[in-house]
Nanobody, 121 residues
């Protein structure tokens, strides 16, 4: 079984910064793509950023130039550095891993529990 544990959310003022982390544990053979998604109140979940095993990144237009996704393969961890935060960035942020389970060699998509980011003065 594979689990993702997120950390780093909280309350920050507009213009501030936060760094989210998401670490995977369990029977993992390999991790392909890692990503961050968010869901604001009353809205659907949306893509924030993704990073492939080779380091190729993709960002939503709304966060380009402000957010940076990175990964540490040795730690099975993905990060999201968020700078110049805006009130509209307020949401629950979820990490997502596309991985291969060691025991079964089967593909699995796993979600984190979510961490709340609130941008407000």
């Amino acid at each position: 079984q594979v689990h993702l544990v997120e950390s780093g959310g909280g309350l920050v003022q507009p213009g501030g910064s936060l760094r989210l982390s998401c670490a995977a544990s369990g029977s993992i053979l390999s991790i392909n793509a890692m990503g961050w998604y968010r869901q604001a109140p009353g809205k659907e979940r949306e893509l924030v950023a993704t990073i492939t095993s080779g380091g190729t990144t993709n960002y939503a237009d709304s966060v380009k130039g402000r957010f940076t996704i990175s990964r540490d393969n040795a730690k099975n961890t993905v990060y999201l550095q968020m700078n110049s935060l805006k009130p509209e960035d307020t949401a629950v942020y979820y990490c997502n891993f596309a991985l291969v389970v060691y025991a079964t060699h089967r593909y699995l998509e796993v979600w984190g529990q979510g961490t709340l980011v609130t941008v407000s003065s």
